[in-house]
T-cell receptor
Framework: EPEVTQTPSHQVTQMGQEVILRCVPISNHLYFYWYRQILGQKVEFLVS????????KSEIFDDQFSVERPDGSNFTLKIRSTKLEDSAMYFC????????????FGPGTRLTVT | ELKVEQNPLFLSMQEGKNYTIYCNYS?????LYWYRQDPGKSLESLFVLLSNGAVKQEGRLMASLDTKARLSTLHITAAVHDLSATYFCAGNTGTASKLTFGTGTRLQVTL
């Protein structure tokens, strides 16, 4: 069964460093999302991406964040200058056009900022 | 803006008992979703509820949707230990169909 994959599974970085989180969505899906979950808290929407552009973003997704689909298969989330409060689990999700509108989630990347 | 609330936040129940998790949402949502999350793991889709009165069942879990009351429920029948996890409901809004999650209900089933 097709699935969303994410790399790395765990990333440790120092405050102020740039990180890139990578996702490979399901191949026939057209909508892509990033969510984050701070430990023990609920899942929060960051950004959605469709047709090579951001379709919606939350107030969390400020100028320090960016997304890209560089090569037609990968979908990346970049944090330019990480802060301690960026420590969280980051989930990528994708969905196909139409259908049940169900989003399929990847296994997540645990980001730890020290 | 859609807001989603769940209760209870934590539920400890004995094996064999029944219980219900409630999910209230503030404005119209196109769909209502239930996800399961095991500790340190990703979100596993359980149910997608599409319309008023929708009821779906899978094993010991049954989800329902009342759009007029803006309420969805997840009913657990004769709980078993394997159901221990955190359960999230979520609604979707906007053209991009972003998900807005509830706070989650941590379910612990004890022997």
């Amino acid at each position: 069964e097709p699935e969303v994959t994410q790399t790395p599974s765990h990333q440790v970085t120092q405050m102020g460093q740039e990180v890139i989180l990578r996702c490979v969505p399901i191949s026939n899906h057209l909508y892509f999302y990033w969510y984050r979950q701070i430990l023990g808290q609920k899942v929060e929407f960051l950004v959605s991406f469709y047709n090579n552009e951001i379709s919606e973003k939350s107030e969390i997704f400020d100028d320090q964040f960016s997304v890209e689909r560089p090569d037609g298969s990968n979908f990346t989330l970049k944090i330019r200058s990480t802060k301690l409060e960026d420590s969280a689990m980051y989930f990528c999700a994708s969905r196909e056009r139409g259908g049940r509108d169900e989003q399929y989630f990847g296994p997540g990347t645990r980001l730890t900022v020290t | 803006e859609l807001k989603v609330e769940q209760n209870p936040l934590f539920l400890s129940m004995q094996e064999g008992k029944n219980y219900t998790i409630y999910c209230n949402y503030s404005t119209t949502s196109d769909r209502l979703y239930w996800y399961r999350q095991d500790p340190g793991k990703s979100l596993e889709s359980l149910f997608v509820l599409l319309s008023n009165g929708a009821v779906k069942q899978e094993g010991r879990l049954m989800a329902s949707l009342d759009t007029k009351a803006r309420l969805s429920t997840l009913h657990i029948t004769a709980a078993v230990h394997d159901l221990s996890a955190t359960y999230f409901c979520a609604g979707n809004t906007g053209t991009a169909s972003k998900l807005t999650f509830g706070t989650g209900t941590r379910l612990q089933v004890t022997l």
